[in-house]
């Protein structure tokens, strides 16, 4: 039986913190949950980075075998805690059990594709460019590249994603491969779950003989503690999930430093959702069907739920409403991951209920506890929209908000005004391509990913996906944090110029003993 301490581990240490006491909640009872936690002081924040810092350089030339093993054994870890992790994150979320432990399947197949990933070394983008020592009017030097890892990153645990994007996530995955050591924050509102997977990892980390500071967890009961992580030194990249004015203030911070860091935060998406007349024509009803389960689902509390759908008025657009409205008022309310979210959302629907120019289309019913949420359908015309920029902003959780666009004309005017995106959708048939032409090159702008007759909750974790966007869907837009991809947030590139064998790196020998695929001389080739 796997006992909860309240502990934070910094490297090899399990140190209950003196700064404040906390503990984690259960939203369906409203009620407290033991153990008390104890939260970390400047002190403690200070020893995890410089623990991390030390185990740097060790950490970055581990065989890449060796690496891959550690986050394979990370999620052989996890899988360990069984049950147990199940119903504590079950208790201090709400989520369901069988939620969760999809969820588990995604943090622990995500750590596996990062150990594929590792192995095959392509990643390290090795590069040799031959010597010419005979060209003119200059000889060419000798030149090699490889990609190197940035140093300690720092990981905020999410809200949405006690598992997928917390303590052992796709931030702490990506970086631990990419050879950073990590030093996670873990969230308030998953105080128990963090400590088992932060176990989970420190037992990993002990198993496959790696320095101590390769990972570290810490608790804190105020902003102090993420800010004092972000501005020390010794941290070299951020990773965060959450809201736009918590990710904007790590960035400032990391900006206004001595040694500026990036600031990797996925912070506010609506999710834009086209639907086109032949879609409503040929789909309607499985087309609102799936939309209504889309922007309830996981009771809105997706970073890619729909909360934007554009169509152009008309009586199958009315018709359509209808059902999804329809759909949406039978789902009920449902409990929220925390209080505050849960109060968020009721502030945020009543004042779009109240915002003139805007209807409310159809809301859920049935009771609503303390951290309880009534699904809200929204319409408003594109005038509206696009004059009220409250329209455009985010409410997070099971509500999304119709635009009735007069002509083609103003539709694609919409798809101009929107921020940017992590997501848009296009709902459509072969006779909607030529406005679905139209929209591209605006969506390509707009979001990370553009969905063909789908919808946007649900992140597959690939070489090609992403799940990035610009402004303010994430701080940088040419990341993603999920996928093959994420892993280059973490990365450097470095050339050697003339070096002798004997000092390059093993991914840019000549004999290629990692028998790396490999850009000589612009061709790719192993060897």
């Given at each position: 039986m796997v006992k909860?301490?309240?502990?934070?581990?910094?490297?090899?240490?399990?140190?209950?913190g003196t700064a404040a006491r906390l503990r984690a909640f259960d939203p369906v009872r409203g009620v407290d949950l033991e153990p008390v936690f104890g939260a970390a002081d400047v002190g403690l924040v200070?020893?995890?980075?410089?623990?991390?810092?030390?185990?740097?350089?060790?950490?970055?030339?581990?065989?890449?075998?060796?690496?891959?093993?550690?986050?394979?054994?990370?999620?052989?870890?996890?899988?360990?805690?069984?049950?147990?992790?199940?119903?504590?994150?079950?208790?201090?979320?709400?989520?369901?059990?069988?939620?969760?432990?999809g969820e588990r399947g995604r943090t622990v197949g995500q750590l596996r594709f990062f150990a594929s990933l590792v192995r095959e070394g392509r990643w390290l983008s090795a590069t040799l460019d031959s010597a010419m020592p005979e060209r003119t009017p200059l000889p060419r030097p000798d030149l090699r590249l490889q990609k190197v890892p940035l140093g300690p990153v720092a990981v905020f645990g999410a809200s949405n994603f006690p598992l997928a994007f917390s303590?052992?996530?796709?931030?702490?995955?990506?970086?631990?491969?990419?050879?950073c050591p990590v030093v996670v924050k873990a969230h308030p509102a998953h105080l128990g779950t963090s400590e088992l997977v932060a176990r989970a990892i420190q037992h990993a980390v002990q198993a496959c003989g790696l320095p101590e500071g390769v990972f570290s967890l810490l608790i804190g009961a105020s902003n102090e503690t993420g800010a004092a992580l972000v501005s020390h030194p010794a941290i070299r990249a951020v990773g965060f999930t959450?809201?736009?004015?918590?990710?904007?203030?790590?960035?400032?911070?990391?900006?206004?430093?001595?040694?500026?860091?990036?600031?990797?935060?996925?912070?506010?998406?609506?999710?834009?959702?086209?639907?086109?007349?032949?879609?409503?024509?040929?789909?309607?009803?499985?087309?609102?069907?799936?939309?209504?389960?889309?922007?309830?689902?996981?009771?809105?509390?997706?970073?890619t739920n729909p909360g934007l759908i554009v169509m152009i008025d008309s009586a199958k657009a009315r018709q359509f409403i209808d059902i999804v409205g329809e759909a949406m008022a039978r789902k009920g309310g449902q409990t929220m991951l925390t209080s505050g979210i849960a109060g968020a959302y009721d502030r945020?629907?009543?004042?779009?209920?109240?915002?003139?120019?805007?209807?409310?289309?159809?809301?859920?019913?049935?009771?609503?506890?303390?951290?309880?949420?009534?699904?809200?359908?929204?319409?408003?015309?594109?005038?509206?929209?696009?004059?009220?920029?409250?329209?455009?902003?985010?409410?997070?959780?099971?509500?999304?908000?119709?635009?009735?666009?007069?002509?083609?004309?103003?539709?694609v005017e919409v798809a101009h005004h929107v921020e940017g995106q992590l997501t848009c959708t296009l709902q459509m048939e072969p006779d909607d391509y030529a406005l679905a032409g139209r929209l591209m090159p605006i969506l390509e702008r707009k979001a990370g990913r553009i969905l063909a007759n789908g919808f946007p909750?649900?992140?597959?974790?690939?070489?090609?996906?992403?799940?990035?966007?610009?402004?303010?869907?994430?701080?940088?837009?040419?990341?993603?944090?999920?996928?093959?991809?994420?892993?280059?947030?973490?990365?450097?590139?470095?050339?050697?110029?003339?070096?002798?064998?004997?000092?390059?790196?093993?991914?840019?020998?000549?004999?290629?003993?990692?028998?790396?695929?490999?850009?000589?001389?612009?061709?790719?080739?192993?060897?």
């Amino acid at each position: 039986m796997v006992k909860l301490t309240g502990e934070m581990l910094i490297g090899g240490r399990a140190i209950f913190g003196t700064a404040a006491r906390l503990r984690a909640f259960d939203p369906v009872r409203g009620v407290d949950l033991e153990p008390v936690f104890g939260a970390a002081d400047v002190g403690l924040v200070n020893r995890a980075c410089t623990l991390a810092e030390s185990a740097f350089d060790a950490y970055r030339i581990v065989p890449l075998e060796a690496r891959a093993a550690f986050l394979e054994q990370i999620a052989e870890n996890i899988l360990a805690l069984d049950d147990v992790l199940i119903e504590r994150a079950h208790l201090e979320s709400a989520l369901p059990k069988a939620r969760l432990e999809g969820e588990r399947g995604r943090t622990v197949g995500q750590l596996r594709f990062f150990a594929s990933l590792v192995r095959e070394g392509r990643w390290l983008s090795a590069t040799l460019d031959s010597a010419m020592p005979e060209r003119t009017p200059l000889p060419r030097p000798d030149l090699r590249l490889q990609k190197v890892p940035l140093g300690p990153v720092a990981v905020f645990g999410a809200s949405n994603f006690p598992l997928a994007f917390s303590v052992a996530g796709g931030d702490t995955a990506s970086a631990l491969a990419a050879g950073c050591p990590v030093v996670v924050k873990a969230h308030p509102a998953h105080l128990g779950t963090s400590e088992l997977v932060a176990r989970a990892i420190q037992h990993a980390v002990q198993a496959c003989g790696l320095p101590e500071g390769v990972f570290s967890l810490l608790i804190g009961a105020s902003n102090e503690t993420g800010a004092a992580l972000v501005s020390h030194p010794a941290i070299r990249a951020v990773g965060f999930t959450g809201s736009r004015s918590g990710g904007l203030a790590l960035a400032d911070m990391a900006a206004k430093r001595w040694e500026p860091i990036p600031v990797y935060a996925e912070m506010s998406s609506i999710n834009p959702f086209f639907v086109l007349p032949g879609a409503l024509e040929h789909r309607l009803n499985a087309l609102a069907s799936g939309l209504a389960d889309s922007v309830t689902l996981g009771v809105g509390q997706f970073c890619t739920n729909p909360g934007l759908i554009v169509m152009i008025d008309s009586a199958k657009a009315r018709q359509f409403i209808d059902i999804v409205g329809e759909a949406m008022a039978r789902k009920g309310g449902q409990t929220m991951l925390t209080s505050g979210i849960a109060g968020a959302y009721d502030r945020s629907v009543d004042k779009r209920a109240g915002t003139e120019g805007v209807r409310l289309a159809a809301a859920g019913s049935g009771p609503d506890g303390q951290a309880g949420a009534l699904p809200a359908l929204f319409v408003t015309s594109a005038s509206d929209f696009l004059t009220k920029n409250e329209l455009g902003e985010e409410i997070f959780g099971p509500t999304s908000l119709v635009v009735l666009c007069t002509n083609e004309a103003q539709l694609v005017e919409v798809a101009h005004h929107v921020e940017g995106q992590l997501t848009c959708t296009l709902q459509m048939e072969p006779d909607d391509y030529a406005l679905a032409g139209r929209l591209m090159p605006i969506l390509e702008r707009k979001a990370g990913r553009i969905l063909a007759n789908g919808f946007p909750t649900g992140v597959e974790v690939s070489h090609a996906m992403v799940h990035g966007g610009p402004y303010p869907a994430t701080s940088d837009p040419r990341s993603t944090s999920v996928g093959a991809s994420a892993m280059e947030r973490f990365l450097r590139p470095v050339c050697y110029q003339d070096l002798p064998a004997e000092l390059l790196p093993a991914s840019v020998q000549d004999d290629n003993p990692l028998a790396l695929w490999r850009v000589r001389n612009g061709q790719l080739m192993k060897n």
